[in-house]
């Protein structure tokens, strides 16, 4: 049984309280300077594949296999033989014969990391599968929520904007939902879910109502890429119904803070300088949190190499 990292779903709370803490252990070794574990994954070559652009999730990726001491192999589609028509199985099957230790696959066709890891005998680690699933990106913003309130249970938090077609959004349901948080979804009628990703959401269409009492903010990017773009208002009109201001985020607790996992566009979905207020604003301090993050997924993923090597 490989260790592949698909979907919040496939782990119990205790299994996913226990990755936090694993994240926790890097983010405090790094900050100490004393990463200590630099040879975990020595003579490990890990290979990325993606499909879509990512400027966090991959370097993320890399920095935190480096950090173990392992080999980063980064594939790249448009110099692949893709290019030559080479089919996506026929593609994976080969890079699969190269015999990589694991593979981290982002794509925006649906399900494509499950589907990898039923064709590779190494670990896959999803690294976004299309409006679907970032599970990685769940853990990061779990382990920046926990670090700022010391807890998710209870809280308030609420996920704003393009709902409908963010696999953030998907894998965060999961993960907040089963640690225990109260979740709102605070969205245009035309950006919900078609049905809704857990049990016990609230729903919002009016951003000032949904606001109230909230402990944290989650802001979405309108994932343009996915829809049909006439739905869409100009900027404009969407800022002013449902853009992060400074007016609104007085609706919430005091002490609430923002987040975001990136790319943002500011003066669409967020008010130009929220961003960069160190007082309410956690957007690089979650960038942050993907290294440990990740070397926690790393380290679970392939340590039942490790664990059969030593045997
Ligand atoms: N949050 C996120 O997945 O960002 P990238 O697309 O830059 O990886």
Redesign the pocket.
């Given at each position: 049984m490989k260790n592949h990292f698909l979907n919040i779903a496939d782990f119990t709370p205790h299994q996913l309280t226990t990755f936090l803490d694993r994240a926790q252990h890097w983010t405090d070794a790094l900050n100490n300077n004393a990463p200590g574990a630099g040879d975990l994954l020595k003579d490990k070559v890990i290979l990325t594949l993606f499909f879509?652009?990512?400027?966090?999730?991959?370097t993320s990726f890399e920095i935190a296999a480096h950090r173990f001491g392992a080999r980063v192999v980064n594939w790249d589609v448009k110099s692949s033989s893709m290019s030559k028509d080479e089919s996506f199985l026929d593609t994976i099957q080969t890079l699969g014969a190269m015999k990589p230790d694991a593979v981290i696959i982002?794509s925006s066709e649906y399900n494509a990391p499950y589907f990898v890891s039923t064709k590779l005998d190494c670990p896959v680690i999803n690294?976004?599968d299309s409006h679907r699933a970032?599970p990685t990106?769940a853990l990061l913003d779990a382990l920046t929520i926990r670090q700022n309130k010391g807890h998710i249970e209870g809280l308030n938090i609420a996920i704003c904007g393009d709902v409908a077609h963010s696999r953030?959004a998907g894998s965060n349901f999961q993960m907040l939902s089963k640690l225990g948080a109260n979740i709102r979804i605070i969205a245009p009628e035309f950006l919900m879910p078609e049905k809704m990703p857990a049990p016990n959401i609230q729903t919002f269409t009016d951003m000032d109502k949904g606001l109230q009492d909230c402990d944290v903010i989650m802001m979405l990017r309108i994932q343009k890429e996915r829809m049909d773009t006439s739905q869409i208002p100009d900027d404009a009109t969407y800022f002013k119904d449902y853009g992060l201001t400074r007016s609104r985020l007085a609706l919430a607790k005091d002490n609430v803070v923002v987040m975001h996992?990136?790319?943002m566009n500011r003066g669409v979905e967020i008010a130009e300088d929220i961003p960069d207020d160190p007082k309410v604003s956690l957007i690089l301090k979650q960038v942050e949190n993907g290294v440990p993050a990740r070397m926690a997924v790393l380290e679970w993923a392939l340590s039942y190499q490790t664990q059969r090597a030593a045997a």
């Open positions: 879509e652009n990512s400027t966090r999730t991959r982002r690294a976004g970032h990106q953030v996992p990136g790319p």
